[in-house]
């Protein structure tokens, strides 16, 4: 069935320090794909996401591009923030009516 | 413009009652959706409604669980029996139609439920 891989955590950063958090999913249909962030205290929030193949998505300076060759969606982002210690979940969906199967997200912590 | 909202935040029951929570949907948005997050977890699907009706409850993990959209905008996720293992928080999502690989849920807070 459909699965998503997050690489395991915890990460700890100092803050300007680069990131990049592993994601691969199993390559079933033609799926979406997204990184969702869950701020402390906070609800799930769409960070990025990509459509298809060779897309990239980004936002407040993460990037992620889907990669179909190698099933990835990893997260990069050049310079992290404290405002950036958070939850990190990727997640696919089925195509066929948009429910979503997330990994089993990444606590990313930066320190000053 | 309001989010997702679900009440309550927090839900403390005993073993064996019966709880029900409450997702009021962004407005306009035709699909919900209900997951469940462990602690440590990502969130678990249980159901999907389309409109009024249930498109997909593939993911509900059993007979105790069920849940109603009856106008199509407000759900409620019933447990009857509670056990345990039901402690976790329950998410609600909507999105505009559910309908294409583009569409995107935006999440309410979640309740939080505690079974003693």
């Known amino acids: 069935g459909d699965s998503v891989t997050q690489m395991e955590g915890p990460v700890t950063l100092s803050e300007e320090a680069f990131l990049t958090i592993n994601c691969t999913y199993t390559a079933t249909g033609y799926p979406s794909l997204f990184w969702y962030v869950q701020y402390p205290g906070e609800g799930l929030q769409l960070l990025l996401k990509?459509?298809?193949?060779?897309d990239k998505g980004s936002n407040k300076g993460f990037e992620a591009t889907y990669r179909k060759e190698t099933t990835s969606f990893h997260l990069e982002k050049g310079s992290v923030q404290v405002s950036d210690s958070a939850v990190y979940f990727c997640a696919r969906n089925t195509g066929a009516n948009s429910k979503l199967t997330f990994g089993k997200g990444i606590t990313l912590s930066v320190r000053p | 413009g309001a989010g997702v909202s679900q009440t309550p935040s927090n839900k403390v029951t005993e073993k064996g009652k019966y709880v029900e929570l409450r997702c009021d949907p962004i407005s306009g948005h035709t699909a919900l959706y209900w997951y469940r997050q462990s602690l440590g977890q990502g969130p678990e699907f249980l159901i999907y409604f389309q409109g009024t009706g249930a498109a997909d409850d593939s993911g509900l993990p059993n007979d105790r669980f069920f849940a109603v959209r009856p106008e199509g905008s407000v759900s409620t996720l019933k447990i009857q029996r509670t056990e345990r293992g039901d402690s976790a928080v329950y998410l609600c999502?909507?999105?505009?139609?559910?309908?294409?690989?583009?569409?995107?849920?935006?999440f309410g807070p979640g309740t939080r439920l505690t079974v003693l």
């Open positions: 999502a909507s999105s505009r139609d559910g309908l294409g690989s583009t569409d995107t849920q935006y």
């Open positions: 990509a459509t298809k193949a060779d």
